[in-house]
């Protein structure tokens, strides 16, 4: 997981503040490129036959999902078809749930993230998760986000970190000054963009976000959706959602997940979300987007 790619130097540039890793600087980044770099850099991650059983349960069978770097891809799909399963097995998550199998590969800068000798916690800060409801820690919102860095071995201006991070979730000028405050003192929407926060301040190139407004108002929610559109200039984010307006409002690519044979998910049709929502090939993927799946 050393290798970073060439281009990189645009993000690391932007994040020169908050210099975590030295051996990151843009004048270290290779120079010349081939076209196969290239081609590997317009993918962030990349997943093959990848399956995910829960003992002999078979949740989601043979993905074969290329996620594009920088962009927005939507997962979706009726309820129970693998989208979360899916999602937690892009960062190593589903191995948390102890009767959780993978097989297949999710490729990620070249490499297996399930191969043997990469560490889950490297890969689980590289990519970030924001779940559902969002889970402030217990400690103050400078806490929320200096914890995570500070164990992640963090080791420059945190309280410039704290501001660059709140900054980027677009939360810095409602909570600048209560800092100190308990993450819980914010309401619903402010919790996740905290979260989001908190995830970014650990550097990651991609985020994964499951439902993550489900439980917010649509004020909130649009914020939300606002702040994933800047943060893809910046990040690759994959977003589980059950809104259909959502994922067509925000997301540059859809994925459309549903249940087949013996009631295992699978991918049936990923295109630009736009294709997906005025032009889909598969007839399910129509009823689903249009709400006649029943
Ligand atoms: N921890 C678990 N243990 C056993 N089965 C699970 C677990 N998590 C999910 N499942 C099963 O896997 C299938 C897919 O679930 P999930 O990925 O949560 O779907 P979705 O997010 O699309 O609603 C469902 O049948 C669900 O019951
Ligand atoms: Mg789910």
Redesign the pocket.
Known sequence: MEERPADSSERVVSLAQIDMSPDMKAEDQPKSRTEADDAQQERALETRDLRVY??D?L?IRDVNLEVKRRKITAII?P????????LRSLNRMNEL?P??RTEGQVIFQGQDIYAENVDPVEVRRRIGMVFQNPNPFPKSIYANIAWGARINGYKGDMDALVEESLKRAALWEEVKDKLDQSGYSLSGGQQQRLCIARAIAVRPEVILMDEPCSALDPVATFRIEELMRELASTYTIVI?THNMQQAARVSDYTAM?MLGEE?A?GLIEYDETNTIFTRPSDPRTEDYVTGRYG
Do not use: N, P, R
């Open positions: 829960y003992g349960f949740a799909g309820s129970g078809c693998g989208k979360t399963t899916l749930v009767i959780a589980v997940m009631k998910g």
